[in-house]
């Protein structure tokens, strides 16, 4: 039985930074695809950013340069670092793993992952 589990978040002003963990349980397999996708009120799910097993990175236009996505393999751990955050950043932000297809992409859409995590709110005030 695969479970994601986040940790972080919280509320910050705007410049702020926080930082997003995810720790997988389940065989290895789980964190050959990772991501981060959000989902502010009233709209629909984005993708973030994303990993793969081999390091490869993908981020949104909107977080690129601001956010970092990376990976602790041997503890099945992701992590989203957010530098100067803004109000629209605001957001239920959830961790996703495990790759529907047979093979692995830093991919950040949706239908690309087989598990979620139970999301992490990230507030940020003007």
């Known amino acids: 039985q695969v479970q994601l589990a986040q940790s972080g978040g919280g509320s910050v002003q705007s410049g702020g930074s926080l930082r997003l963990s995810c720790a997988a349980s389940?065989?290895?397999?789980?964190?050959?695809?990772m991501g981060w996708f959000r989902q502010a009120p009233g709209k629909e799910r984005e993708g973030v950013a994303a990993?793969?097993?081999?390091?490869?990175?993908n981020y949104a236009d909107s977080v690129l340069g601001r956010f970092t996505v990376s990976q602790d393999s041997a503890k099945k751990t992701l992590y989203l670092q957010m530098n100067n955050l803004k109000p629209e950043d605001t957001a239920m932000y959830y961790c996703?793993?495990?790759?529907?297809?047979?093979?692995?992409?830093?991919?950040?859409?949706?239908?690309?992952?087989?598990?979620w995590g139970q999301g992490s709110q990230v507030s940020v005030s003007a």
């Open positions: 996703a793993a495990g790759c529907v297809g047979a093979h692995y992409s830093a991919a950040i859409v949706g239908s690309e992952y087989k598990y």
């Open positions: 389940g065989s290895t397999y789980v964190a050959y695809c």
């Open positions: 990993i793969d097993r081999d390091g490869a990175t």
